[in-house]
């Protein structure tokens, strides 16, 4: 009789148990999976495998001495672009939507893995195995909060699908493609959200009841190039706010451990990258890092405006003053926040040095709160690449 493999043998962990990585959990939902059983090996907070992850599904890892790679990524082409004709409802243009509704009406993938939302509550994430156009469409708009996304992987056997595109955050990623060669698939295409600071659902409440004039009524948000938090509200509406005026007294601790303990900003195991924040404002970000990721871009590419991406202006002192900002947990008046606002704004980094300002921001913040939290796995838990972009920077004394 054939020994069964380990994922044949494992079932999900129950539902509010502890999982392995504890409070460095970011629910990716690989343990509410038969994949349980490789948690060990794949989970981004037990165990640390960029290098091994980028060769496996580019071929080669990142070129530490070049800064584009260094900062996004192993990659083969780089472009921003959106929509000719942007989708209704979508949070941007909605490229992610598209390219997901072209695989399945091209018969290129079997199903979508995407995120949908409650019928009682749209920021609360329902992960699906999308099999038409009709369901990607109706999984529009990013959830900010955490989402067992591959808790779907469990419904892979016997389902008939053998072709699958994956879309999904960094951590979600990195344990999708550990257990890559054990899931019931002959092909698997990867389409990556760049990610930070993503919350519970109580904490996103938090967030939204401290930055928004109507809570209540946000249908979607993103921290955006013009250094504003640009809120969406049910009735159309548009409103801003500018990063400086947060409360970061009271926020500091809202977004989730996994959050501030991860270094994959960018998504570096997706074959195909798509976001804003090395774009120019109202364009998206387009990375692709393999030939499967071009296949990806080839399917919207004929559909969208694109652009050479760009990049203006210098990063290093506001990431600088931003570090001891946000260690102090300081909250600026809203008339001086806007005062800052405007001039970073008007002169402040652009394009791809936006990017990497936001890179240098998240990565000192998230090295400073591992060493106070957990100094016993900074070491092994902060990348060779992280490493470098931090070592750029003073970090405050213990």
């Not at 909605?94 to 091209?106: F, K, T």
């Not at 591959?150 to 595109?165: A, D, F, K, T, Y």
């Amino acid at each position: 009789m054939p020994t069964a493999l380990p994922h044949e043998r494992a079932r999900p962990l129950a539902k509010g148990s502890v999982y392995p990585a504890k409070d460095l959990c970011s629910q990716c939902g690989l343990c509410d999976s038969r994949w349980v059983a490789y948690v060990k090996q794949s989970c981004a907070f037990l165990n640390q495998r960029f290098e091994a992850m980028e060769v496996a599904a580019h071929g080669r890892s990142r070129h530490l001495e070049q800064e584009d790679e260094l900062y996004f990524g192993v990659q083969q082409r780089m472009l921003s672009g959106r929509l000719r004709q942007p989708i209704d409802g979508a949070q941007w243009t909605g490229i992610v939507s598209r390219i997901g509704v072209l695989a399945l009406e091209r018969g290129l993938v079997d199903a979508v893995l995407c995120v949908g939302q409650s019928s009682d509550d749209r920021f609360t994430p329902v992960p699906l195995l999308a099999r038409t156009p009709e369901q990607v469409l109706a999984a529009r708009v990013n959830k900010p909060t955490l989402s067992p996304n591959l808790e779907v992987l469990e419904q892979l056997p016997g389902s008939g699908i053998r072709r699958l595109l994956a879309i999904g955050v960094g951590c979600q990623i990195q344990a999708l493609r550990a257990v890559q060669a054990t899931l019931p698939l002959d092909e698997l295409y990867v389409l990556g959200l760049p990610c930070v600071d993503n919350v519970s659902r109580a904490g996103l409440q938090t967030f939204l009841e401290s930055a928004s004039r109507s809570p209540a009524t946000v249908v979607h948000y993103e921290f955006m190039q013009d250094f504003r938090i640009h809120f969406r509200h049910s009735d159309g509406s548009s409103e801003t706010l500018p990063f400086f005026a947060l409360d970061t007294p009271k926020l500091k601790d809202v977004f989730a451990p996994s959050c501030l303990s991860c270094f994959d900003y960018t998504n570096a195991g997706a074959d195909l990258v798509v976001g804003y924040m090395g774009a120019a404002f109202g364009n998206q970000w387009l990375t692709v890092r393999n030939a499967r990721g071009q296949q990806l871009l080839e399917l919207v590419e004929p559909e969208l405006e694109t652009a050479e991406v760009t990049s203006g202006g210098d990063r290093r002192a506001a990431v600088q003053q931003g570090i001891k900002a946000y260690d102090k947990a300081l909250k600026l008046p809203l008339w001086l926040a806007q005062l800052v606002g405007f001039f970073v704004q008007r002169f402040g980094p652009k394009g791809l040095e936006y990017g990497r300002f936001s890179i240098d921001s998240h990565f000192t913040r998230n090295a400073l709160w591992l060493q106070r939290h957990h100094p016993e796995k900074a070491e092994a838990q902060i990348p060779a690449f992280a490493k470098k972009i931090i070592s750029r920077y003073r970090l405050p004394a213990e």
